[in-house]
C-alpha cells in the first residue's frame, strides 16, 4: 500500500447532533463534512500528520472531542483532548486509567466510554459527575447510548459480569440527581450489546446485541418492550442505528445492508396501552416482531447511516445518507408508504479524494 493511501485511510466516522455535518477521523488529522447541500459535500480538515481515532463535534459549532488512533496517533489512546477548530488549539485535556472507546459531547455534559468505565462529566468546570464501573475485565465493546437533546439527560449502558447482564437507563434532574431502571429484555447471559440509541427526545431506546437476529425497541421511561424487529440477517453485526425525526421510522446497517423499519403504529399501540397499563398498576409488555420495511445493499462492509431531510420544490424531503467507511456517500429514497420494497439510490460518490 502506498504511503499516500495510508495517509487517507479513514480511521472513525460519526455524525453531529442534527445530522447536518460529517467528522472523519483520519491517519493524518481530521475531515468536517457539510451534509446540507444534496449536490455538493462541502468539507475543511485539519492536517495533523499525526492519527486521529475518534472524534466527536459538539452539535455544529467549532468545539471537538479527539482522541489518537491508527498506526502513528495524534498522542495515545487513553487521552482526550478539547479541541477549538477556529482557534486551533487544545482548550482542555483529560487523561483515563484505560483506553478510550467513545465520547459524546452537549453543551452541558460529556460522556466518555473506556474499558472499564463509564465516566459523565460536567461541561463548565469539567468536573467528574459520575463514575460508572463496568466491571473488572476490559472491553472493546460497551454498548450504551446518550441524549444530545439539551432538555433531556439520560445515559443507557450494558452492565456484564458473571452473573448479571443488564441494560441500565439513568435520568439525571437539571442537578444531576439520578434515577435509574432495569431494561427488561431477554438477552442471554454474556451476549454483548453491540449498539444503542435514543431517540430524539430519549422516550425511546432501541438495542442490538452481538448475537441476535433482532432490534429491540423499549420505552425508556417504563423499561417495557414495544417491539422487535426481525433483521432476517446473517450478518449479526450491526454498525449503526438511528431513529427518523419523528420517530416513524428506523434505519440500521450491518455488513453490506441497510434496513428500515416502520415503528410508527406499534409506538403509538404502545403508548396506549402502557398508559391504561399505568391506570391499572400492571405491566405491558407486547410480543410484537416487525418484519423489513424497506432495504438496500452496499458495497461496504462497515458504514454508519441517518435520515436526512432536503427542501425540493418547496416541499420536506426525506432520504438516508450512509457514509462507507472506505469514503463513499450514499444517498437513499425509501418508500414510506410501501412496504417490502427494494429502496431507490439515486446518489452515489466517492467523497474521500487523494488531495489530504
Known sequence: MSEKKIKNKILYLSFN?????????MQNGYRIYDLTKKDNLFFYERNFGKGIGIIEMLEKTNILGLVGGGSDPW???????IYDDREGKVIANFGFRNNILNIRLKKDKMLVICETHI???????????????????????????????SQVNKLAYNFINSVENKIIVNNYDENNKKTSIEIKSNLKQNNLIRFMEFSKKGQFLVVAAVKSRYLELFNSETGFSIC??????????VKFICFSKDNDFLCCS???????FNIKSVVNTQEEDEEMGNLNNIEINRDIKLKIWSKFYLPEKKAICSFIHFLEDEQDKEYVVCIGIKGNYYLVKFDKDKSDTLAEKVCEK?????DC
Do not use: H, Q
Request: contains cysteine.
Open 75 to 81: 498522542d495515545k489512546p487513553n487521552k482526550l483532548f
Open 228 to 237: 422487535k424487529c426481525d433483521m432476517e440477517s446473517d450478518s449479526l453485526n
Open 119 to 149: 465516566f459523565l462529566i460536567n461541561f463548565g468546570d469539567y468536573k467528574t459527575i459520575e463514575s460508572i464501573s463496568l466491571g473488572e475485565e476490559k472491553r472493546s465493546i460497551v454498548g450504551f447510548a446518550f441524549t444530545l437533546n
Open 350 to 354: 466517492y467523497f474521500l479524494k487523494n
Open 17 to 25: 447532533k442534527d445530522k447536518s455535518c460529517l467528522s472523519l477521523g
Open 254 to 260: 450491518l455488513y453490506g445492508e441497510c434496513f428500515i
